[in-house]
């Protein structure tokens, strides 16, 4: 970055027609999201098995995580087997999520599945102060079934129930998570965006390595769990 990284200066008339033009294409890109979502609720769904995960109670059905509601959102978090602190990027992202109530009035729950047993995966969400309800996929294939395998997959799944059988209805991972984060599109409003190499930025912006402003799980459980 170059001590006079900044963007050029004109007037308000420049500047409004500029931002106008930019807002066409902002709003384009909304229609279009709106399009994918109208396809995406009009996708077949895969019957699943009756997989048992485990809970902070014990054994539980597939279909019981849903806590009865008819939808469920799954994160599958990653796992490393003997790690203090796991996935700063798993970490970091279900940290944000401390009041999901609102999807009551959608009949949907939203759970973190990790591949870490139970006893180690609910003393880690404490330990980083995280809100959500955390299941364990350790002694069941379901997460190497929808795509988060042991020793680092991660991805997100949602799931409809109808009684006690469960239809998969959508997958992504990678950077298709990004659109369930308040972050990305927070930082992406600011002038220098995410500041990392990968990204199409002016000459002279502030570019970094992938991932380098990612906050560490420490630092996440220091900012969610002060007291851990």
């Known amino acids: 970055m170059t001590a006079d990284a900044l963007p050029p200066v004109v007037d308000t008339t420049t500047w409004e027609t500029r931002l106008a033009t930019l807002r066409a294409r902002e709003k384009a890109a909304t229609r279009e ?19 048992t995960l485990d809970g902070a109670d014990g054994p539980v059905r597939l279909a019981e995580v849903f ?52 006893d180690e995966a609910l003393a880690y969400k404490e330990r980083v102060g995280n809100r959500m309800p955390w299941y364990s996929t350790a002694n069941s294939s379901f997460g190497a079934d929808v795509g988060a395998p042991p020793d680092g997959g991660f991805a997100v799944n949602v799931f409809l129930r109808d009684g006690d059988t469960v239809y998969r209805t959508w997958h992504t991972d990678g950077r298709g998570t990004e ?32 991932y380098s402003r990612w906050a560490g799980s420490k630092d996440i459980a220091a900012a969610y769990n002060p007291v851990s």
């Not at 944000?96 to 599945?113: G, H, K, P, S, W």
């Open 67 to 118: 806590d009865g509601k008819r939808q469920l959102i799954v994160y599958n978090h990653m796992w490393f087997a003997g790690k203090e602190w796991q996935c700063p990027g798993c970490t970091g992202f279900t940290s944000q999520y401390t009041r999901l109530e609102f999807l009551d009035n959608y009949d949907a729950r939203f759970v973190i599945v990790t591949q870490g047993p139970i």
């Open 179 to 210: 659109q369930l984060s308040h972050s990305f599109a927070l930082i992406d409003l600011l002038p220098y965006g995410r500041q990392e190499e990968w990204q199409d930025s002016p000459e002279g912006w502030p570019q970094s390595p992938t």
């Open 33 to 51: 999201l709106d399009a994918i979502a109208a396809e995406r609720r009009r996708l077949p769904m895969v019957e699943m098995p009756d997989y």
